[in-house]
């Protein structure tokens, strides 16, 4: 399907081009109409490569190289969802949803669950059911500029809508776990959109985990994020995937006036990831916190870059990032903070703090401040090191294992990170899923045993 004098998006364009039958017959019309504007986005154009403004040290060029299988006619994929679905944060109360590969399948009787008025669906079935909902919001802030956003745009056929209507509070969190599973290797197109409205709150945790059953994965991820005036939002995505899943996550989200955003992105194991946050605080008293946390070791690869606009006033926005690097596992974090003209009284704090455990482990950070008004309070900061030599020494001189003092110093060290989550019950479960990291454990919800049922299980 591929070959060296084609780039990876132009082979994807083609691909587009011999399926879109197939691909608009298995969507809905509010998706197939923005693909035609996304289609002329990516004429004479390629995806970022090593060394480009943003990309110094990931290609995602080269992750989507890969001869990936796309699932364009919708066939049915069987999964041992509940004979293997072993999520790492079990036991917690929360309204559950599931997309397998690229297709969302509540659990059952979601809908009875939910407040009134609260949508947590399909988002092709949405678009279908109420695109006067949809369509307003799909695509307005994921701008098909973006060269990853509009292919994504151009061949996603489903994903997931949330909606929670004007002074509704959500009380029970909504929990989506994104699972891949394929006989053959798969690229899968998710497609996100999460709607708050006026007064509103909800919280979403997001899991992605894979089912090893030794396929190449690539996950190509858009999620846009409207906050209305007064709204709340508290987004948590977790990443305990396989060494031969790669995904690019892009989070797009607008707030307006009075809006609380959190977006906590936690890597705990993968393959190769790229994690980018855009998040436009356009409206006036906005508090925004965007923290992540990233565990590699083997060769993973973990980046995360953010870029965070300020133009309304009275603002405050918070940047937290943490690395632990093992073995030769490498990391990169660029982030931006950008207070436009007339952005007054913003408060914009920015830090990234990284771990190398082993002499081999590299780190690559690049922190940005752009101010063009001067009523501001902004700072940005990085550090890269070590284990602290003293306290492991004193740690040893009572008694402690230097295996067991190291991985003591590392979970300290991703407390700060840990303790901004909200969420009833992750917290202290979080905690638990980075010792098991440290320790050399994986929990995460794979283990495919090869004996798959269907999913309607989840009905």
């Given amino acids: 399907m591929k070959t060296d004098i084609m780039n990876s998006l132009e082979q994807y364009i083609d691909i587009y081009r011999e399926n879109s039958e197939a691909i608009d017959a298995h969507s809905a019309p509010v998706m197939n109409a923005a693909r035609p504007r996304a289609l002329a986005s990516l004429e004479g154009r390629r995806l970022p490569v090593l060394g480009d403004e943003g990309y ?7 992750m989507m190289a890969a001869d990936y299988g796309l699932n364009f006619n919708r066939v049915g994929i069987p999964v041992n969802v509940a004979a293997s679905f ?33 949508l947590y669906m399909s988002l092709k079935k949405a678009a279908e059911l109420y695109p006067e909902l949809v369509a307003p919001y799909y695509g307005r802030i994921a701008s098909t500029d973006n060269v990853p956003v509009a292919l994504n745009t151009l061949l996603a056929q489903d994903g997931v809508f949330v909606y929670v209507p004007a002074g509704v509070k959500v009380e029970k969190p909504l929990q989506l776990v994104n699972i891949f599973s394929s006989p053959t290797p798969l690229m899968a197109v998710r497609r996100m959109l999460v709607v708050v409205g006026d007064s509103a709150s909800v919280q979403l945790l997001g899991c992605d985990h894979t089912q090893d059953c030794g396929q190449n994965y690539l996950a190509l991820q858009v999620t846009e994020i409207v ?6 939002l508290d987004y948590y995505d977790l990443e305990e995937s396989s060494e031969n899943t790669a995904r690019h996550s892009q989070i797009f989200a607008s707030q307006d006036s009075g809006s609380s955003l959190l977006v906590n992105g936690m890597t705990l ?12 605080i356009t409206g ?11 565990i590699g070791s083997g060769r993973q690869h973990i980046d995360n ?10 603002c405050h926005s918070r940047q937290l990032f943490k690395y632990v690097l093992d073995n030769e596992s490498t990391g990169a974090f660029e982030g931006c903070i950008r207070v436009d003209e007339g952005a007054c009284f913003t408060e914009a704090y920015q830090s990234d703090r990284n771990l190398l455990a082993s002499s081999a482990a590299r780190m690559h950070t690049k922190p940005q401040l752009l101010i063009y008004c001067d009523d501001v309070k902004c700072s940005h900061g990085a550090t890269t090191g070590q284990l602290d030599q003293d306290a ?7 008694g402690i294992s230097e295996k067991t003092a190291r991985t003591m110093l590392m979970e300290a060290f991703m407390a700060e990170v840990i303790d901004t989550v909200r969420m009833d019950g992750l917290r202290e479960r979080l905690r638990m899923l980075v010792e098991k990291r440290f320790h050399g454990q994986s929990s995460f919800c794979g283990d495919c045993s090869g004996a798959c049922i269907d999913t309607t299980s989840l009905q």
């Fill in 86 to 118: 072993r999520c790492g944060v079990p036991n917690m109360s929360t309204l559950l949803g599931v997309v397998v590969n690229d297709e969302f399948h509540p659990s059952k009787n979601l809908d009875e669950k939910l407040p009134d008025g609260v």
């Fill in 305 to 314: 870059s953010s870029v965070v606009v300020h133009t309304g006033t009275h």
């Fill in 284 to 294: 006036d008293g906005c508090d925004t916190l965007l923290t992540g946390m990233a």
């Fill in 392 to 398: 492991l020494f004193y740690m040893r001189s009572r």
């Fill in 56 to 62: 110094e040290k990931t290609s995602v060029d080269d």
């Fill in 227 to 232: 906050l209305g005036r007064d709204s709340r």
């Fill in 269 to 280: 194991t993968c393959g190769t990831t790229r994690n980018d946050y855009f998040i436009d």
